[in-house]
């Protein structure tokens, strides 16, 4: 059984309460269409559990296969620096099927960010390698695929559905 590696931890995106009974993290793709395809039930999982939720996404972009998973994971970033990484992350993925250079300036703009600022931070050091640290750190948890979803530390195997079915069923 793969475990979560390095444990949840103050370099992460976390959304949801501290004391919340189940923590989930995906390793995630900005244009892989399996990701975007979980991005609305895993909201449904937030919405339904609500405090009972701690949700936290890791990047994974598989740039071999997606061209603009890189440049997307740049832009959740470099809104986080903004306090807007989860206004980034979900627009990202509403507009997964236009995703091309041009967009990442767009939806700065649409959920009110500093534009020179943000292409400014667009271009640090430290935002690569954030993302290369979240996706060494999906290698070290035995991420294969995206999206990967890890359940209290551990792999949980199966897609979004099957998360919140599980969840569904461990609530009755």
């Not at 949801?16 to 990701?35: K, L, W």
């Not at 936290?56 to 959740?76: G, M, S, V, W, Y």
């Not at 099927?97 to 430290?126: N, P, V």
């Not at 290369?132 to 949980?156: A, L």
């Amino acid at each position: 059984m793969s475990t979560l590696k390095p444990e949840v931890n103050n370099q992460d995106h976390i959304q949801g309460d501290d004391s919340a009974s189940v923590t989930i993290v995906e390793f995630g793709d900005y244009q892989c269409p399996y990701c975007g395809n979980a991005y609305p039930i895993m909201k449904e999982i937030e919405e339904t559990f609500g405090h009972q939720i701690k949700f936290i996404f890791r990047h994974f972009p598989l740039a071999n296969a997606h061209e603009f998973a890189f440049p997307a994971a740049i832009a959740a970033e470099a809104a986080g620096l903004q306090g807007k990484f989860w206004e980034m992350h979900d627009a990202l993925y509403e507009n997964q099927y236009r995703l091309d250079g041009e967009l990442f300036d767009e939806l700065a703009e649409t959920i009110g960010l500093d534009l020179e600022q943000f292409q400014q931070d667009s271009t640090s050091e430290e935002i690569k390698s954030k993302i290369e640290n979240d996706f060494d750190s999906g290698v070290r948890s035995g991420v294969n695929g995206t999206p990967s979803f890890y359940v209290n530390g551990t792999k949980f195997d199966g897609g979004a559905t099957d998360l919140y079915q599980m969840l569904k069923e461990s609530a009755e």
